[in-house]
């Protein structure tokens, strides 16, 4: 045998060595476990312990014996948080819903288990050719499988994605303490949300659109029952019974019933009054911008008088969202997203983010924006009104005039009728 | 082993032409042409494909063949000991060149159609800004200007008239996109700090993808778009609904039936 | 002459260097062009892997979009059961591109190849400048840490493509990579550049000014002339990058806005000061990047047409319109950037001239191949390895230049730019080209490197399955191009118009995949042969030029005996003697008339 064959053969051994080496290490970690939701570490640590460490959920062993007694209890009440809410709401690849908050159509309330398996799970379609896992497609890297709104695209986003699980929505056609509609999530996901991260999915057949909404509802409602159970667990130190009973009267009934509440609780505002000539709608105009300088709206505090969204610039307190305010600097490991200003909206830009409809300026005034300081300035249950529905109208009318004035016109002191006139031509 | 190796070289014009005809009939093609300019393109494309399938077969195939048969283990005959020829050198840079500069002057004119000849006094139809990751579109409204309170603001969802003249106004909000339109031949990068007029005619009616195809960051992917073409009459009808909705102070009745499921 | 060790301490004393030398000075920081050279062959085939398993994850998202990505996606992506995302798959292409580009192609073959041919071609015993030259190469370790600690920093690596167009680029809130990644892959690029212009000032001075006695510039071997022209190219183009690296520094660190626009607002965060042009940028960089798609093949050429002249038995046809056509195509290389701009924005009157010059360019490659394929007309073919990458170098090399014409022709380009086309006609040059070249390179001059020989039959186990997979791979991408399939879509079928290309897609993934594996085969016999591979004499291949005349390994300073140069390097099968070749140092026979130069007869 020459040396030349000798070596070819043992250059085959290693070549064929290395590639079963190869295929076996590419096989083995094709092995992906299933995704997890992710517990709402933030609240319970933040609300319910008050060193506000990730320790008080870890014996180490050189603890006080009490110390160690109240992290055992602790661990324990994590525990149960986890076991019942997956009892009742099943792991990202297999959802589940008790029946009794399924779609019931007599009550009109509920969540429609079908479409909500249609979102779920891993992305790829089924033998008939459905698109499956609507969710991770789309919407996962930005808002998380547990939709947290802290996928691994997210911290980089301004503003940061929504997190569902406080069950709070900006954009919506109800009242401040209201769920949005189905309409109202529809809505966002087929406008998208102009101004942010949040695309246009205006494209997607609608039964895929109908599927991830009621997949965002799922996700919400899965995530404000885990929050509040975890109020009760370790702020009340309630116990929580652990029955379908306990779970579904307690904490998931009540938010499935103001889901459906909010179908019937959309704000319907009063006819717009006539501004179909060029003088009516620049008397509106005019009529809304001396709202705006109104001292009991404070519009201006915030906008500012140019409506520029300077309002607090230079001030020494920033403005926050209820996503925000909570976060610290010095404990901004545990934060999954840093924290972030929130930003008066700009008027002048004509972006506007809940719709640029005036039906839909209406309810942003009339309502205000849930989760930020926006308060809402029309009648609503237990607060006293700042505008009368025709006075809404008029500061309506007079932001959507201010993409198109002239930002370097004396704010105050001068008549907008002339700019009006030229703009109604 | 030398005529083993020498087919293998033989394979490349043979699969390779062989792929380009089992293309067209198997969907893998150019998409419909429904432009008015894009025939030209289609046709420079054509042309060229040809034009270099010839060469591309003749020197693959005179490489097999040289292969084949000057393969030292077969060939008799002594190595031709030369160190090059003037006469072909000249042959095959002028007729190359020749060729070359027929082409270069061929194609100018389908150039000038798409992108230097804009139709003169002309508003825009329609202006595309494109932003992370969305195509934001705005139509004048009935008073035919751009940039006053009855523009009609849109997204993604592109709607043409057909067998008009369309100007697009393109523009960018952050980073450079492109506006691609396969179906129509039309491929145009939108730069922020920059308006560029963007002109077609379309022949036919449908829905075709408006895609982008200039890298803009992790959602490029997703920034689609879709292009509808239609009639000049349910186009205005379209815009005029389009218009109206846009200046709703009411929830539209449609979509009240849709919200009690 | 007995055969020497490599490293060649038994001539250290000749070179009167006195000192013995310490295993650093040997091995690591040596001034030994040939150890210089071995190390960046070493350093750039390591990182041709890395670059090649992220162009494994690339196709293996674009074939099975969102599913969990092998090894990659249990490990970052847990939370999201595998399923990478869109950001990281921005940074897998961009961090391929960027490390096959700056990382592989350029470095294999102006480090490697460059540096230890040059001296030994050319009969000198090192390189002018030899701490200039380890200098080159140890700036090439911090650029490539540079590039791949970007993975690990906030944000991740840069994500904006390997031309890294502002203002996606050069504004921070633009993408996650447009953070610090961004800044670490401009710091790399710079860093490699300095790596270049060292290497660049050394070869030109290496070849004007220490050729052997009796090496005339047109007794040169093709490489050498490719290498020079190379160098020229670097020389001239690198300035313009590295300044507009540095401005793309300044926008981002210092918020200059020669690339940002005024009132640029990204992601709800001001760009900076803006008043600057997005298109500037992409001037300046295709100023430097056109010149340097030659920089990343010429030398390619040259090594394949002493190849093709060496296994043909016949001297190189047309040796000076070769030369010429190499000139040609540098100068012409200069005035042809704008054809990567035909739809940027640029003035479309600018993009027709554009079109008339890359028309142009056309022709001295078209020159080159016919020279190439006039020179296996009536030789004696010897099909080895080396030989077979080498044709196929010239095969791949016709389809990639002739896809060219179609982007070089305007309209079509309109339909065709940033499509699959010009995925399929880059890597028909890239990989087809240069790539298959360098894989002949290194199995024609590993005997003169390691002084023992790979192993044939592997190695043309391993072209044949290169050459199937890389064809199944790349040729099927013009289709998809033709299609209108865009380039860098994370999942490109939602779209109705691409939705029916996956399964074109899963095949050209598994070719890919494919030829991913058959690289273990060459990876096996090149280590195999360093240690255990048949030791071979002087002159293995029995080829002409100079390096040759030298001890396998060369010992330091190279050769053993002072080489003088009698004629050019391609004399094959010349009748003035016996033997079917005719190595430039052997003195004509007496009475014979004229030397061969190498030009027409």
């Given at each position: 045998?020459t040396?030349?064959a000798?070596?070819?053969?043992?250059?085959a051994?290693?070549?064929?060595?290395?590639?079963?080496?190869?295929?076996?290490?590419?096989?083995?970690?094709?092995?992906?476990?299933?995704?997890?939701?992710?517990?709402?570490?933030?609240?319970?640590?933040?609300?319910a312990?008050?060193?506000?460490?990730?320790?008080?959920?870890?014996?180490?062993?050189?603890?006080?014996?009490?110390?160690?007694?109240?992290?055992?209890?602790?661990?324990?009440?994590?525990?149960?948080?986890?076991?019942?809410?997956?009892?009742?709401?099943?792991?990202?690849?297999?959802?589940?819903?008790?029946?009794?908050?399924?779609?019931?159509?007599?009550?009109?309330?509920?969540?429609?288990?079908?479409?909500?398996?249609?979102?779920?799970?891993?992305?790829?379609?089924?033998?008939?050719?459905?698109?499956l896992?609507?969710?991770?497609?789309?919407?996962?890297?930005?808002?998380?499988?547990t939709?947290?709104?802290?996928?691994?695209?997210?911290?980089?986003?301004?503003?940061?994605?929504?997190?569902?699980?406080?069950?709070t929505?900006k954009?919506?056609?109800?009242?401040?303490n209201?769920?949005?509609?189905?309409?109202?999530?529809?809505?966002?996901?087929?406008?998208?949300?102009?101004g942010?991260?949040?695309?246009?999915?205006?494209?997607?057949?609608?039964?895929?659109?109908?599927?991830?909404?009621?997949?965002?509802?799922?996700?919400?409602i899965?995530?404000?029952t885990?929050?509040?159970?975890?109020?009760?667990?370790?702020?009340?130190d309630?116990?929580?019974?652990?029955?379908?009973?306990?779970?579904?009267?307690?904490?998931?009934?009540?938010?499935?019933?103001?889901?459906?509440?909010?179908?019937?609780?959309?704000?319907?505002?009063?006819?717009?009054?006539?501004?179909?000539?060029p003088?009516?709608?620049?008397?509106?105009?005019?009529?809304?911008?001396?709202?705006?300088f109104?001292?009991?709206?404070?519009?201006?505090?915030?906008?500012?008088?140019?409506?520029?969204?300077?309002g607090?610039?230079?001030?020494a307190?920033?403005?926050?969202?209820?996503?925000?305010?909570?976060?610290?600097?010095?404990?901004?490991?545990?934060?999954?997203?840093?924290?972030?200003?929130?930003?008066?909206?700009?008027?002048?830009?004509?972006?506007?983010?809940g719709?640029?409809?005036?039906?839909?300026?209406?309810?942003?005034?009339?309502?205000?924006?849930?989760?930020?300081?926006?308060?809402?300035?029309?009648?609503?249950?237990?607060?006293?009104?700042t505008?009368?529905?025709?006075?809404?109208?008029?500061?309506?009318?007079?932001?959507?005039?201010?993409?198109?004035?002239?930002a370097?016109?004396?704010?105050?002191?001068?008549?907008?009728?002339?700019?009006?006139?030229?703009?109604?031509? | 082993?030398?005529?083993?190796?020498?087919?293998?070289?033989?394979?490349?014009?043979?699969?390779?032409?062989?792929?380009?005809?089992?293309?067209?009939?198997?969907?893998?093609?150019?998409?419909?042409?429904?432009?008015?300019?894009?025939?030209?393109?289609?046709?420079?494309?054509?042309?060229?494909?040809?034009?270099?399938?010839?060469?591309?077969?003749?020197?693959?195939?005179?490489l097999f063949?040289?292969?084949?048969?000057?393969?030292?283990?077969?060939?008799?005959?002594?190595?031709?000991?030369?160190?090059?020829?003037?006469?072909?050198?000249?042959?095959?840079?002028?007729?190359?060149?020749?060729?070359?500069?027929?082409?270069?002057?061929?194609?100018?004119?389908?150039?000038?159609d798409?992108?230097?000849?804009?139709?003169?006094?002309?508003?825009?139809?329609?202006?595309?800004?494109?932003?992370?990751?969305?195509w934001?579109?705005?139509?004048?409204?009935?008073?035919?200007?751009?940039?006053?309170?009855?523009?009609?603001?849109?997204?993604?969802?592109?709607?043409?008239?057909?067998?008009?003249?369309?100007?697009?106004?393109?523009?960018?909000m952050?980073?450079?996109?492109?506006?691609?339109?396969?179906?129509?031949?039309?491929?145009?990068?939108?730069?922020?700090?920059?308006s560029?007029?963007?002109?077609?005619?379309?022949?036919?009616?449908?829905?075709?993808?408006?895609?982008?195809?200039?890298?803009?960051?992790?959602?490029?992917?997703?920034m689609?778009?879709?292009?509808?073409?239609?009639?000049r009459?349910?186009?205005?009808?379209?815009?005029?609904?389009?218009?109206?909705?846009?200046?709703?102070?009411?929830?539209?009745a449609?979509?009240?039936?849709?919200?009690?499921? | 002459?007995?055969?020497?060790?490599?490293?060649?301490?038994?001539?250290e004393?000749?070179?009167g260097?006195?000192?013995?030398a310490?295993?650093?000075?040997?091995?690591?920081?040596?001034?030994?062009?040939?150890?210089?050279?071995?190390?960046?062959?070493?350093?750039?085939?390591?990182?041709?892997?890395?670059?090649?398993?992220?162009?494994?994850?690339?196709?293996?998202?674009?074939?099975?979009?969102?599913?969990?990505?092998?090894?990659?996606?249990?490990?970052?992506?847990?939370?999201?059961?595998?399923q990478?995302?869109?950001?990281?798959?921005?940074?897998?292409?961009?961090?391929h591109?960027?490390?096959?580009?700056?990382?592989?192609?350029?470095?294999?073959?102006?480090?490697?190849?460059?540096?230890?041919?040059?001296?030994?071609?050319?009969?000198?015993?090192?390189?002018?400048?030899?701490?200039l030259?380890?200098?080159?190469?140890?700036?090439m370790?911090?650029?490539?840490?540079?590039?791949?600690?970007?993975?690990?920093?906030?944000?991740?690596?840069?994500?904006?493509?390997?031309?890294?167009?502002?203002?996606?680029?050069?504004?921070?809130?633009a993408?996650?990579?447009?953070?610090?990644?961004?800044?670490?892959?401009?710091?790399?690029?710079?860093?490699v550049?300095?790596?270049?212009?060292?290497?660049?000032?050394?070869?030109m001075?290496?070849?004007?000014?220490?050729r052997?006695?009796?090496?005339?510039m047109?007794?040169?071997?093709?490489?050498?002339?490719?290498?020079?022209?190379?160098a020229?190219?670097?020389?001239?183009?690198?300035?313009?990058?590295?300044?507009?690296l540095?401005?793309?520094?300044?926008?981002?660190?210092?918020?200059?806005?020669?690339?940002?626009?005024?009132?640029l607002?990204?992601?709800?965060?001001?760009?900076?000061?803006?008043?600057?042009?997005?298109?500037?940028?992409?001037?300046?960089?295709?100023?430097?990047?056109?010149?340097?798609?030659?920089?990343?093949?010429?030398?390619?050429?040259?090594?394949?047409s002493?190849?093709?002249?060496?296994?043909?038995r016949k001297?190189?046809?047309?040796y000076?319109?070769?030369?010429?056509?190499?000139?040609?195509?540098?100068?012409?290389?200069?005035?042809?950037?704008?054809?990567?701009?035909?739809m940027?924005?640029?003035?479309?009157?600018?993009?027709?001239?554009f079109?008339?010059s890359?028309?142009?360019?056309?022709?001295?490659?078209?020159?080159?191949?016919?020279?190439?394929?006039?020179?296996?007309w009536?030789?004696?073919?010897q099909?080895?390895?080396?030989?077979?990458?080498?044709?196929?170098?010239?095969?791949m090399?016709i389809?990639?230049?002739?896809?060219?014409?179609?982007?070089?022709?305007?309209?079509?380009?309109?339909?065709?730019?940033?499509?699959?086309?010009?995925?399929?006609?880059?890597?028909?040059?890239?990989?087809?080209?240069?790539?298959?070249?360098?894989?002949?390179?290194?199995?024609?001059?590993?005997?003169?490197?390691f002084?023992?020989?790979?192993?044939?039959?592997?190695?043309?186990?391993?072209?044949?399955?290169?050459?199937?997979?890389?064809?199944?791979?790349?040729?099927?991408?013009?289709?998809?191009?033709?299609g209108?399939?865009?380039?860098?879509?994370?999942?490109?079928?939602?779209?109705?118009?691409?939705?029916?290309?996956?399964?074109?897609?899963?095949?050209?993934?598994?070719?890919?995949?494919?030829m991913?594996?058959?690289?273990?085969?060459?990876?096996?016999?090149?280590?195999?042969?360093?240690?255990?591979?048949?030791?071979?004499?002087?002159?293995?291949?029995?080829?002409?030029?100079?390096?040759?005349?030298?001890?396998?390994?060369?010992?330091?300073?190279?050769f053993?005996?002072?080489?003088?140069?009698?004629?050019?390097?391609?004399?094959?099968?010349?009748?003035?003697?016996?033997?079917?070749?005719?190595?430039?140092?052997?003195?004509?026979?007496?009475?014979s008339?004229?030397?061969?130069?190498?030009?027409?007869h």
């Open positions: 045998m040396i030349a000798r070596s070819d053969r043992r250059l051994t290693c070549a064929l060595l290395a590639l079963g080496a190869m295929a076996i290490a590419g096989g083995c970690s094709t092995q992906v476990d299933p995704p997890q939701f992710r517990m709402n570490m933030q609240d319970i640590l933040q609300e312990v008050e060193s506000h460490s990730p320790d008080e959920f870890r014996v180490v062993g050189n603890e006080e014996e009490s110390d160690k007694e109240d992290k055992l209890a602790n661990i324990a009440k994590l525990e149960t948080l986890t076991t019942l809410t997956v009892a009742a709401f099943g792991e990202p690849n297999e959802p589940y819903l008790l029946p009794e908050v399924r779609w019931n159509a007599e009550e009109k309330k509920g969540l429609d288990f079908k479409k909500i398996t249609m979102a779920a799970g891993p992305t790829g379609g089924d033998d008939a050719k459905k698109q896992g609507l969710f991770r497609q789309h919407c996962v890297h930005c808002h998380g499988v939709g947290d709104g802290a996928g691994p695209t997210a911290a980089f986003l301004n503003p940061h994605p929504r997190d569902y699980r406080r069950g929505f954009f919506k056609s109800t009242g401040f209201d769920k949005p509609t189905t309409a109202d999530l529809k809505r966002t996901l087929i406008d998208g949300i102009p942010t991260a949040m695309p246009s999915f205006a494209l997607l057949p609608a039964d895929q659109i109908e599927a991830l909404v009621e997949y965002v509802k799922y996700l919400s899965r995530g404000e885990e929050r509040n159970m975890a109020g009760a667990l370790f702020l009340q309630e116990e929580i019974e652990a029955t379908r009973a306990g779970i579904l009267e307690g904490y998931l009934q009540p938010i499935v019933d103001q889901w459906a509440a909010a179908e019937e609780a959309v704000v319907r505002p009063t006819e717009r009054p006539e501004t179909s000539t003088e009516e709608l620049a008397s509106s105009i005019e009529e809304g911008r001396k709202l705006f109104n001292k009991d709206a404070q519009c201006t505090k915030c906008h500012g008088p140019t409506g520029l969204g300077d607090n610039d230079g001030m307190e920033k403005l926050y969202d209820v996503w925000n305010e909570k976060k610290t600097a010095d404990d901004l490991a545990r934060w999954l997203l840093p924290k972030q200003e929130l930003r008066p909206r700009n008027l002048r830009m004509g972006i506007y983010r719709g640029g409809r005036p039906l839909d300026i209406y309810r942003r005034i009339h309502a205000g924006i849930p989760g930020t300081p926006m308060p809402g300035a029309g009648p609503q249950p237990g607060k006293k009104e505008f009368t529905p025709e006075q809404i109208w008029h500061l309506v009318d007079y932001v959507r005039s201010l993409p198109y004035e002239n370097s016109e004396p704010a105050e002191g001068q008549t907008h009728v002339a700019a009006a006139h030229s703009l109604s031509n | 082993m030398g005529k083993v190796w020498s087919f293998l070289f033989l394979l490349v014009p043979v699969l390779g032409v062989g792929l380009f005809a089992w293309a067209p009939s198997n969907g893998f093609w150019l998409p419909r042409d429904i432009s008015k300019h894009g025939w030209q393109i289609d046709h420079l494309f054509n042309f060229i494909l040809v034009l270099t399938g010839v060469v591309f077969a003749a020197t693959e195939g005179l063949w040289f292969l084949w048969r000057y393969d030292a283990k077969t060939n008799r005959t002594p190595v031709k000991y030369m160190h090059g020829s003037h006469n072909l050198e000249v042959i095959w840079t002028i007729l190359p060149a020749a060729t070359l500069l027929f082409i270069a002057i061929y194609q100018m004119n389908a150039w000038a798409v992108k230097m000849r804009k139709p003169k006094d002309m508003p825009p139809t329609v202006e595309v800004t494109a932003r992370q990751f969305e934001r579109l705005r139509y004048p409204g009935p008073d035919g200007k751009l940039g006053t309170p009855d523009d009609i603001h849109h997204v993604n969802d592109l709607h043409i008239p057909v067998d008009e003249e369309v100007l697009v106004q393109l523009e960018s952050d980073v450079l996109h492109d506006f691609f339109l396969p179906n129509l031949r039309i491929k145009q990068d939108a730069v922020p700090g920059m560029i007029p963007v002109w077609f005619r379309a022949t036919d009616t449908g829905t075709y993808d408006l895609v982008c195809a200039e890298l803009c960051g992790w959602g490029h992917y997703k689609k778009g879709r292009l509808t073409i239609e009639s009459a349910s186009f205005d009808q379209w815009l005029a609904k389009m218009g109206a909705e846009e200046q709703a102070t009411q929830e539209p449609a979509a009240e039936s849709e919200d009690s499921q | 002459m007995s055969s020497t060790t490599f490293g060649a301490h038994a001539h004393a000749d070179h260097h006195g000192h013995s310490s295993f650093l000075r040997t091995y690591v920081f040596s001034l030994d062009h040939k150890v210089i050279g071995i190390q960046f062959l070493f350093s750039t085939l390591l990182w041709f892997v890395v670059g090649g398993l992220l162009a494994l994850a690339v196709r293996w998202q674009l074939a099975w979009p969102w599913s969990s990505m092998p090894i990659v996606g249990p490990r970052l992506f847990a939370g999201e059961g595998g990478i995302s869109p950001e990281f798959y921005t940074m897998l292409f961009t961090m591109a960027s490390i096959m580009i700056f990382f592989v192609i350029i470095p294999i073959l102006a480090g490697a190849f460059g540096n230890f041919l040059i001296p030994l071609m050319i009969g000198a015993d090192d390189m002018a400048f030899p701490t030259n380890m200098l080159s190469y140890w700036f370790w911090p650029a490539f840490v540079c590039m791949i600690s970007s993975f690990f920093v906030t944000g991740g690596a840069s994500a904006s493509g390997w031309t890294a167009y502002p203002p996606l680029s050069a504004v921070d809130s993408a996650p990579g447009s953070m610090n990644g961004q800044t670490l892959w401009l710091i790399g690029l710079i860093l550049g300095v790596s270049s212009m060292m290497g660049s000032v050394n070869y001075t290496t070849i004007i000014q220490m052997a006695p009796g090496m005339t047109f007794r040169l071997p093709m490489t050498i002339w490719a290498m020079f022209i190379t020229v190219l670097q020389a001239f183009a690198l300035p313009v990058l590295t300044a507009a540095f401005m793309q520094v300044l926008d981002r660190v210092v918020h200059t806005g020669f690339f940002v626009p005024e009132g607002i990204v992601n709800n965060v001001t760009a900076g000061s803006g008043g600057g042009q997005p298109l500037l940028w992409q001037h300046l960089f295709w100023f430097y990047s056109h010149p340097a798609v030659y920089i990343m093949i010429l030398p390619a050429m040259g090594m394949v002493d190849m093709i002249s060496c296994f043909s001297p190189l046809f047309g000076k319109p070769m030369v010429y056509s190499i000139s040609g195509i540098a100068g012409l290389g200069f005035i042809v950037w704008g054809h990567h701009m035909f940027s924005g640029m003035n479309p009157a600018l993009g027709m001239t079109m008339v890359t028309m142009f360019i056309a022709l001295p490659s078209a020159v080159k191949v016919f020279n190439w394929i006039g020179t296996v009536g030789g004696k073919v099909f080895t390895t080396p030989m077979l990458f080498a044709l196929s170098f010239v095969s090399f389809i990639g230049g002739l896809s060219g014409i179609f982007m070089a022709a305007t309209p079509v380009d309109i339909f065709i730019h940033d499509t699959y086309f010009i995925v399929a006609h880059i890597h028909y040059v890239l990989f087809g080209g240069t790539a298959f070249g360098v894989f002949g390179g290194i199995y024609f001059w590993f005997p003169k490197m002084g023992r020989m790979m192993n044939e039959f592997w190695g043309k186990v391993h072209f044949f399955l290169s050459f199937i997979f890389f064809n199944g791979t790349f040729y099927t991408m013009h289709i998809l191009g033709v209108g399939f865009p380039r860098r879509l994370a999942d490109p079928y939602h779209y109705d118009t691409f939705a029916h290309m996956q399964g074109m897609n899963q095949f050209i993934s598994i070719c890919a995949f494919g991913g594996a058959a690289q273990i085969i060459f990876a096996a016999n090149f280590i195999y042969s360093i240690f255990l591979g048949p030791k071979c004499g002087r002159n293995p291949w029995h080829a002409n030029s100079l390096e040759w005349f030298a001890p396998s390994p060369p010992g330091h300073g190279n053993d005996m002072q080489p003088i140069v009698y004629r050019g390097p391609y004399e094959y099968g010349s009748p003035e003697v016996d033997t079917d070749y005719y190595p430039q140092t052997q003195p004509p026979p007496p009475g008339e004229g030397q061969a130069d190498g030009g027409h």
